[in-house]
């Protein structure tokens, strides 16, 4: 990707939606847009005008840490834009340490992670990485995702997402969904600028979703840790599930997702049944895709 091109939209959709009034300044009279002006933003940030222009058009090479935070505060970024924002300066600055990758056979999940997932017994658990591609997961998560394994998504959340007629029925709220999607390959874009296997996923999304295309082009990021999210599995009806994410150590890149129902509610009895219907299921055979 062009770090550059992509530092420049980012910082100036970032500047476009922070308007005056959240930004602390007093305005007056007919203003052409609703967000900062870059003399306001370098203003905030205490850089020069000339030198806030230069970092916008996406000229970060040799832009020191300190100025970068001052950019961050100035545009009051949360911790994910920000992160972002330093992950596109350490590419402008050729030190981006891409995310090790194994090639030359297809990757296979250690028998200790296995073991890991298959202890995980009342909750859908499974392992993806960056582009959203699901790589190991437990029986119940098997269940879970089935449509994700059958179809379109071919084991990838972000193809299943866009690509798959099912999701919008999957997923009760499908445009938050969608943008929560978009935000975290948007992430992993600045994070990992030479996935080539990523650039070919957001290719392929480009061209055949425009609800995938508008989204990409906001350069909406966020941290994927925590939280809550209703779903409705063609088998047993809604749940409401919280999910705990967390990062491999042993495996850079990749992230262990646990999903939970609150005890004693309608949603853990649903998971139980799918439990039960993953537990009978003969054909829940995986092949692990390439890393």
Not at 17 to 46: I, W
Not at 111 to 127: D, K, Y
Not at 249 to 277: C, D, H, K, M, N
Request: glycine share 8%.
């Amino acid at each position: 990707m062009d770090s550059k091109r992509e530092a420049r939209e980012f910082l100036m959709s970032r500047r476009a939606n922070l308007t005056p009034e959240r930004a602390g300044l007093t305005v007056s009279g007919h203003r052409r847009v609703a967000g900062l002006r870059r003399s306001e933003v370098a203003m905030l940030a205490d850089v020069s005008v000339e030198y806030y222009a230069k970092i916008e058009r996406g000229a970060l090479t040799g832009v020191s840490d300190a100025v970068l935070d001052s950019v961050a505060r100035a545009l009051q970024l949360d911790d994910a834009e920000r992160e972002h924002l330093f992950d596109l300066a350490r590419s402008a600055n050729g030190v981006v340490q891409p995310v090790r990758r194994r090639r030359g056979r297809a990757w296979a999940p250690r028998e200790s992670l296995t073991r890991a997932l298959n202890a995980i017994v009342h909750g859908p658990a499974f392992v993806r990485n960056g582009r959203m591609d699901v790589l190991a997961v437990n029986p119940l998560g098997r269940a879970f995702y089935d449509e994700v394994f059958d179809g379109p998504g071919r084991q990838n959340l972000a193809r299943y997402c866009f690509l798959d007629q099912r999701a919008k029925e999957f997923y009760p709220d499908w445009e938050a969904a969608s943008d929560v999607t978009v935000s975290i390959l948007r992430t992993e874009a600045g994070r990992d600028p030479r996935d080539r296997e990523l650039h070919d996923l957001i290719g392929e999304l480009s061209t055949r979703s425009d609800a995938f295309r508008t989204r990409w082009g906001a350069h909406n990021v966020r941290r994927h840790g925590s939280g809550t999210k209703d779903f409705h599995h063609h088998v047993v009806g809604g749940l409401t599930l919280t999910y705990e994410g967390m990062e491999l150590t042993a495996e850079p890149g990749l992230s262990f997702l646990i999903y939970t129902a609150e005890p004693g509610s309608a949603s853990e009895e649903r998971l139980r049944l799918l439990a039960s219907v993953a537990a009978t299921d003969s054909t829940a055979a995986f092949t692990w895709p390439d890393l």
